[in-house]
């Protein structure tokens, strides 16, 4: 029996179970799937939420502690599991204006550097394969991406150094609870008992505790996000480059992702050829010379999508023991680090590095 359970072994479980131990406690994870297969092995790993002005300050502070923690966290991890997450600054550089005077708020606000270019001459310094029909845009230079598999593989390897338990294709049916309290879960295998249980299963994450005795609402939906990605020689593009939310991401070794959609179709996670050829379209509108190259592959992944992208990192009233750490949509790679120190010190009731109102089974999410 560990002190902790956590329910879902994608990011957000993975790094929660890290902090937990870090902090003391023993902890299982119980995964589906294989660890990190769905929507974190999926995403595109830009460490940055997208237009971040567009998010409240609940979601930025988040982003920017975990700007701070995650060159540290992936030097720690490769020591532990001898995986490079690939933590690479390619900066990222949105190829229109039109929201100017919120960028530089925001940038001015949380202290990012963030260049408003006007002159097309200076978008193709930073971008030399840029369409040169664009005339002006958003660089914000200081950006990082890192690879999701590599990540995902790196917090395995962690996992095992730090002495974390981690059961692979294993479902949680049901959660077990006696007076009010959690005692545990429920797998096809038997039953797992523990005195703290954490929801971390990303999209599904709703599913468990409606069947609970007390359902209580919990706003997590799958949103469904398809990415190509492409094989070019290594440096054939430098940097991330955004229109009207899609965007590429630049892999050091050549390998370039456009993505991505945002759809509402349920837990499917089909790949239809026309979106592919839809997603080579934004690519090559923003490189025309990546037209060139072949599509190597094309995945979906479903977002544990919320209204505002604000994750639940909360109890669950009404049954003690119980937790939720769900809900990060867009953003679990870029709120992760800092999402899941939080999570760990509401459960070990340290006191927490930021206010938790916002992120209460209650608050707008
Ligand atoms: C195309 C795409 C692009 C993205 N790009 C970015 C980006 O650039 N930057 C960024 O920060 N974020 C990005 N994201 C979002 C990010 O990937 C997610 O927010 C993050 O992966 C969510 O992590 P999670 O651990 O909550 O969910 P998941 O990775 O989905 O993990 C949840 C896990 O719970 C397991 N599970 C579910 N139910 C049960 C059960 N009953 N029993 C046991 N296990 C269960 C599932 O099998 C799954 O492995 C992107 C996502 C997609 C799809």
Same mark, same amino acid.
């Given at each position: 029996?560990?002190?902790?359970?956590?329910?879902?072994? &994608?990011?957000?479980?993975?790094?929660? =179970?890290?902090?937990?131990?870090?902090?003391?406690?023993?902890?299982?994870? *119980?995964?589906?799937?294989?660890?990190?297969?769905?929507?974190?092995? =999926?995403?595109?790993?830009? *460490?940055?939420?997208?237009?971040?002005?567009?998010? %409240?300050?609940?979601?930025?502070?988040?982003?920017?502690?975990?700007?701070?923690?995650?060159?540290?966290?992936?030097?720690?991890?490769?020591?532990?599991?001898?995986?490079?997450?690939?933590?690479?600054? %390619?900066?990222?550089?949105?190829?229109?204006?039109?929201?100017?005077?919120?960028?530089?708020?925001?940038?001015?606000?949380?202290?990012?550097?963030?260049?408003?270019?006007?002159?097309?001459?200076?978008?193709?310094?930073?971008?030399?394969?840029?369409?040169? =029909?664009?005339?002006?845009?958003?660089?914000?230079?200081?950006?990082?991406?890192?690879?999701?598999?590599?990540?995902? /593989?790196?917090?395995?390897?962690?996992?095992?150094?730090?002495?974390?338990?981690?059961?692979?294709?294993? =479902?949680?049916?049901?959660?077990?609870?006696?007076?009010?309290?959690?005692?545990?879960?429920?797998?096809?295998?038997?039953?797992?008992?523990?005195?703290?249980?954490?929801?971390?299963? &990303?999209?599904?994450?709703?599913?468990?505790?409606?069947?609970?005795?007390?359902?209580?609402?919990?706003?997590?939906?799958?949103?469904?996000? /398809?990415?190509?990605?492409?094989?070019?020689?290594?440096?054939?593009?430098?940097?991330?480059?955004?229109?009207?939310?899609?965007?590429?991401?630049?892999?050091?070794?050549?390998?370039?992702?456009?993505?991505?959609?945002?759809?509402?179709?349920?837990?499917?996670?089909?790949?239809?050829?026309?979106?592919?050829?839809?997603?080579? /379209?934004?690519?090559?509108?923003?490189?025309?010379?990546? #037209? /060139?190259?072949?599509?190597?592959?094309?995945?979906?992944?479903?977002?544990?999508?919320?209204?505002?992208?604000?994750?639940?990192?909360?109890?669950?009233?009404?049954?003690?023991?119980?937790?939720?750490?769900?809900?990060?949509?867009?953003?679990?790679?870029?709120?992760?680090?800092? %999402?899941?120190?939080?999570? #760990?010190?509401?459960?070990?009731?340290?006191?927490?590095?930021?206010?938790? #109102?916002?992120?209460?089974?209650?608050?707008?999410?």
């Amino acid at each position: 029996m560990s002190d902790c359970l956590i329910v879902g072994g &994608g990011v957000i479980g993975l790094l929660t =179970a890290r902090e937990l131990r870090l902090a003391g406690a023993s902890v299982t994870i *119980v995964e589906r799937g294989a660890l990190g297969g769905e929507s974190s092995w =999926a995403g595109g790993g830009i *460490v940055s939420p997208l237009y971040p002005w567009r998010y %409240s300050d609940a979601v930025n502070v988040l982003a920017e502690k975990s700007k701070q923690l995650y060159p540290e966290l992936c030097r720690q991890l490769q020591q532990e599991s001898g995986v490079d997450c690939e933590l690479i600054r %390619s900066g990222m550089l949105i190829v229109h204006d039109d929201e100017q005077d919120q960028a530089q708020h925001w940038a001015g606000r949380y202290r990012v550097e963030l260049e408003h270019v006007q002159q097309p001459g200076r978008l193709a310094a930073i971008e030399p394969r840029l369409n040169p =029909a664009f005339q002006r845009g958003l660089w914000m230079p200081q950006v990082v991406q890192l690879r999701n598999p590599k990540i995902v /593989q790196a917090l395995k390897g962690g996992c095992d150094a730090l002495g974390i338990e981690h059961m692979e294709h294993s =479902a949680v049916n049901r959660l077990l609870t006696e007076n009010g309290r959690v005692t545990g879960v429920q797998l096809d295998s038997g039953q797992l008992r523990a005195d703290k249980v954490i929801i971390a299963s &990303g999209a599904w994450s709703a599913r468990l505790l409606q069947e609970t005795d007390v359902p209580q609402k919990v706003e997590v939906q799958p949103v469904k996000g /398809q990415m190509i990605m492409l094989k070019t020689p290594p440096g054939f593009v430098g940097t991330i480059v955004m229109s009207q939310g899609h965007y590429i991401i630049p892999r050091q070794d050549g390998h370039v992702l456009c993505g991505s959609t945002l759809e509402f179709t349920g837990f499917e996670k089909s790949t239809p050829g026309e979106t592919r050829e839809q997603l080579m /379209q934004y690519a090559s509108e923003l490189i025309p010379a990546l #037209a /060139q190259y072949p599509v190597v592959r094309h995945w979906a992944g479903l977002r544990p999508g919320t209204r505002q992208g604000i994750p639940y990192i909360c109890e669950y009233d009404g049954i003690e023991g119980l937790y939720l750490h769900a809900g990060h949509y867009r953003n679990g790679i870029v709120l992760g680090a800092a %999402s899941a120190k939080l999570m #760990a010190q509401l459960v070990t009731g340290e006191q927490p590095w930021c206010d938790l #109102a916002p992120y209460t089974l209650n608050a707008p999410h």
